[in-house]
T-cell receptor
Framework: QKEVEQDPGPLSVPEGAIVSLNCTYS??????FMWYRQYSRKGPELLMY????GNKEDGRFTAQVDKSSKYISLFIRDSQPSDSATYLC???????????FGGGTRVLVKP | GAVVSQHPSWVICKSGTSVKIECRSL??????MFWYRQFPKQSLMLMAT?????????EQGVEKDKFLINHASLTLSTLTVTSAHPEDSSFYIC???????????FGPGTRLTVT
């Protein structure tokens, strides 16, 4: 069993819909949680960085962390075709330590 | 802010030759940088952690004599693939850690093709 599980998708939604992404993890030592967006043949782009449980909002993005359930989520509101990409969750046990990545979810936003 | 560059973006080399990839943090200092490898439609695989002024820490299964890492300054880390073979063909990505916030920012990646 992988330390971080993420549905590979693809997840197809119409433009304007809410995109809901999630990851589950098994290592209770993870304290820092990140979401990255990666376009094909490009490096990942940091979207959200959160610590411990709770919600964090930034523009159209909302990240949720539930440490008791070992479950994190990313919501994208008012999705655009430009949001079509692979979304990777990542986490670490301490600030700045090496990241453990999920396998990524491919998202397609159709106009 | 928090921009990381990589050079070259794409390189083709012949089997047996060595290739150097540079990773630079352009607007911040990074005491720690990470090197990843990514195969098509797969997630990132951490190869090594590079700390400024000290030896890199390699992940299990990564040949340190084949993938030489140097982190000589707070803004530059290099990965040299020595005696490259076709199986080394891959997408190599670096990330740099911001000292204050611990966020990690990634470079655009380098596509290596060994013929």
């Amino acid at each position: 069993q992988k330390e971080v599980e993420q549905d590979p998708g693809p997840l197809s939604v119409p433009e304007g819909a809410i995109v809901s992404l999630n990851c589950t993890y098994s290592n209770s030592a993870f304290q820092y949680f990140m979401w990255y967006r990666q376009y094909s043949r490009k490096g990942p782009e940091l979207l959200m960085y959160t610590y411990s449980s709770g919600n964090k909002e930034d523009g159209r993005f909302t990240a949720q962390v539930d440490k008791s359930s070992k479950y994190i989520s990313l919501f994208i509101r008012d999705s655009q075709p430009s949001d079509s990409a692979t979304y990777l969750c990542a986490m670490s046990g301490a600030a700045g330590n090496k990241l453990t990545f999920g396998g990524g979810t491919r998202v397609l936003v159709k106009p | 802010g928090a921009v990381v560059s990589q050079h070259p973006s794409w390189v083709i080399c012949k089997s047996g030759t060595s290739v150097k990839i540079e990773c630079r943090s352009l607007d911040f200092q990074a005491t720690t940088m990470f090197w990843y490898r990514q195969f098509p439609k797969q997630s990132l695989m951490l190869m090594a952690t590079s700390n400024e002024g000290s030896k890199a820490t390699y992940e299990q299964g990564v040949e340190k004599d084949k993938f030489l890492i140097n982190h000589a300054s707070l803004t530059l880390s290099t990965l040299t693939v020595t005696s490259a073979h076709p199986e080394d063909s891959s997408f190599y990505i670096c990330s740099a850690r911001v000292v204050v916030s611990y966020e990690q920012y990634f470079g655009p990646g380098t596509r290596l093709t060994v013929t």
